[in-house]
């Protein structure tokens, strides 16, 4: 069964062209987010686009994507289940859609998480993508590791944090983890930069940290991304409409457009430079 399975994971892989997953050390540094803009992202630079929840215990995506309560579709051709289509070029798989309500448990070992995580692409029919965007739960535990081995490959992770000292101490650790597991590192998007006031427009910085720089600087990173404070995302994220398109003129969502396309520069120049 398991060599059955193997070779299904391959299958699905090999319609996956590129594969990046997005990391946080804490949890609530805005990482799911981060994950569906650059999905939808991605989608409006044209690009085919799967995105793939693995945070078993507490999947945000479905809320993001407003596919709460929709069911998992099934596949017209092959029969098997499939993600479910929210745009043209953008598919969603998430636990969420395959639990009875929204507030229902799940209380696994890692086991049983590495299981469904190796189903996602061993039973579920998948398009031709050109990329697969991963929303890993914070730390550097089973479903990070999971997914990262049954890729077998990432072209890179995105690390999302917060200014405050603290969040900077556990990115270390997603660092290290993801150096330990020889996965490029495409970059950090700093969230919850500061807070502009919407009337006279003076920036307060709320979180308060001098580490982030220090760090960016002690292992060579590049920073795709600082956003601000903007009321707007908890907004879209609340109703399920992707920031990055329905305030596509507030600045974070042109700085996560241009994160985007940065991420797209370093992971298709990078595939090129391979292939010569």
Same mark, same amino acid.
């Given at each position: 069964m398991d060599e059955k399975n193997d070779l299904q994971i391959d299958a699905t892989l090999a319609k996956i062209k590129h594969r990046i997953i997005v990391l946080s050390g804490k949890g609530g540094v805005g990482k799911s987010f981060i994950a569906t803009n650059l999905a939808y992202g991605l989608?409006?630079?044209?690009? @085919?686009?799967? !995105?793939?929840?693995?945070d078993i215990h507490g999947p945000s995506i479905a809320k993001f994507t407003n596919v709460e309560g929709v069911p998992i579709q099934v596949h017209p051709i092959s029969g098997k289940p499939a993600p479910i289509k929210v745009l043209s070029n953008l598919w969603v798989l998430t636990i969420a859609s395959m639990l009875s309500s929204d507030s229902s448990a799940v209380i696994w070992r890692g086991p049983l @998480?590495?299981? !469904?995580?190796?189903?996602?692409?061993?039973?579920?029919?998948w398009d031709e993508l050109d990329y697969l965007v991963v929303d890993c739960p914070p730390g550097t535990g089973d479903e990070p590791l999971s997914i990262i081995q049954t890729l077998k490959w990432v072209d890179g992770a995105v690390i999302v944090t917060t200014p405050q000292d603290m969040a900077i101490l556990d990115v270390k650790k997603s660092i290290d983890f993801i150096q330990k597991l020889n996965v490029p590192i495409l970059g950090i998007v700093e969230n919850m930069k500061f807070f502009r006031c919407p009337h006279c427009h003076k920036i307060t910085t709320i979180f308060q940290g001098n580490q982030l720089e220090k760090m960016i600087f002690e292992y060579s990173l590049d920073l795709?991304?600082?956003?601000?404070?903007?009321?707007?995302?908890?907004?879209?994220?609340d109703q399920g409409k992707p920031y990055i398109y329905f305030n596509n003129k507030q600045p974070s969502a042109k700085a996560l457009m241009e994160a985007t396309l940065k991420i797209i520069e370093k992971v298709e120049r990078s595939k090129e430079s391979a292939h010569k």
């Open positions: 989608a409006l630079q044209g690009k @085919k686009v799967g !995105l793939l929840d693995v @998480k590495t299981a !469904l995580i190796r189903q996602f692409f061993s039973d579920f029919d795709l991304a600082e956003l601000e404070i903007d009321p707007a995302i908890a907004t879209s994220a």
